[in-house]
């Protein structure tokens, strides 16, 4: 009479339901059942279920770390560049207030850095009040706050700053920079105004551009421009 079949070793079916639903566990139970059969003396069978649980869980963790690679700094770089959003957003909101400041001031404001800038964390925007000598004298306005230009309370990835120049400051540039990873190459986003009609932003970009690489010089006028394209 031939010797009856080995009966499969249920925990070695539950290592290869395991390695389907979650590869890490279904690798150690795997590993648990295939020394239990082992050490059954052929009392139980299912060796290859054990074995192809482990063999799933490692493909598993290989194509999970190949997804991974792919994914993660992809998800990083589109979080960057969705942020990055922000200083066009911004800008084009300072360049609308600063416009209407001129047609009651017949100047511009040349703004103090404020807000965030330093990290891929907001920073608070808490500019100075708008001194009471910017009511007769344009060069004493000095404030995003003169401009009844606000933004969120919870801040901003960037750091804003105006300049401006002419004997009644009839051109503005405005900078926005951040560091949106961190490495120290910060990027630079601007609005310059061009009343005479030259193309390119006229007045000079404010220290904040500067002192991240940003000279300004050809960047057009009327529009949100990349100062410095491959930095975030």
Same mark, same amino acid.
């Given at each position: 009479?031939?010797?009856?079949?080995?009966?499969?070793?249920?925990?070695?079916?539950?290592?290869?339901?395991?390695?389907?639903?979650?590869?890490?566990?279904? &690798?150690?139970?795997?590993?648990?059942?295939?020394?239990?059969?082992?050490?059954?003396?052929?009392?139980?069978?299912?060796?290859?279920?054990?074995?192809?649980?482990?063999?799933?869980?490692?493909?598993?963790?290989?194509? &999970?770390?190949?997804?991974? &690679?792919?994914?993660?700094?992809?998800?990083?770089? =589109?979080?960057?560049?969705?942020?990055?959003?922000?200083?066009?957003?911004?800008?084009?909101?300072?360049?609308?207030?600063?416009?209407?400041?001129?047609?009651?001031?017949?100047?511009?404001?040349?703004?103090?850095?404020?807000?965030?800038?330093?990290?891929?964390?907001?920073?608070?925007?808490?500019?100075?009040? *708008?001194?009471?000598? *910017?009511?007769?004298?344009?060069?004493?306005?000095?404030?995003?706050?003169?401009?009844?230009?606000?933004?969120?309370?919870?801040?901003? =990835?960037?750091? =804003?700053?105006?300049?401006?120049?002419?004997?009644?400051?009839?051109?503005?540039?405005?900078?926005?920079?951040?560091?949106?990873?961190?490495?120290?190459?910060?990027?630079?986003?601007?609005?310059?105004?061009?009343?005479?009609?030259?193309?390119?932003?006229?007045?000079?970009?404010?220290?904040?551009?500067?002192?991240?690489? *940003?000279?300004?010089?050809?960047?057009?006028?009327?529009?949100?421009?990349?100062?410095?394209?491959? &930095?975030?």
């Amino acid at each position: 009479m031939p010797d009856p079949k080995p009966k499969t070793s249920t925990l070695a079916i539950i290592a290869l339901i395991l390695a389907i639903a979650c590869g890490p566990i279904g &690798a150690l139970v795997g590993v648990i059942a295939l020394m239990q059969i082992r050490k059954s003396q052929g009392q139980l069978g299912g060796e290859g279920l054990a074995i192809a649980s482990i063999v799933m869980s490692v493909v598993f963790f290989f194509i &999970a770390g190949i997804l991974a &690679a792919i994914a993660i700094p992809n998800f990083v770089r =589109y979080k960057m560049r969705s942020r990055q959003a922000e200083p066009r957003v911004v800008l084009t909101q300072v360049n609308a207030g600063q416009e209407m400041f001129a047609m009651i001031n017949h100047g511009y404001v040349a703004a103090a850095p404020t807000g965030g800038g330093a990290s891929d964390e907001r920073g608070p925007w808490n500019p100075a009040a *708008c001194a009471d000598a *910017c009511k007769a004298d344009v060069s004493a306005c000095t404030s995003f706050a003169c401009l009844s230009f606000d933004m969120d309370p919870g801040g901003t =990835y960037f750091r =804003y700053a105006c300049a401006t120049v002419g004997g009644e400051a009839d051109d503005f540039t405005c900078a926005a920079v951040g560091d949106l990873d961190g490495d120290g190459d910060k990027s630079v986003f601007l609005f310059g105004s061009d009343n005479a009609g030259r193309g390119t932003i006229v007045a000079p970009v404010p220290a904040i551009a500067k002192a991240a690489g *940003c000279t300004g010089q050809g960047q057009p006028a009327g529009e949100v421009v990349n100062c410095k394209p491959k &930095a975030f």
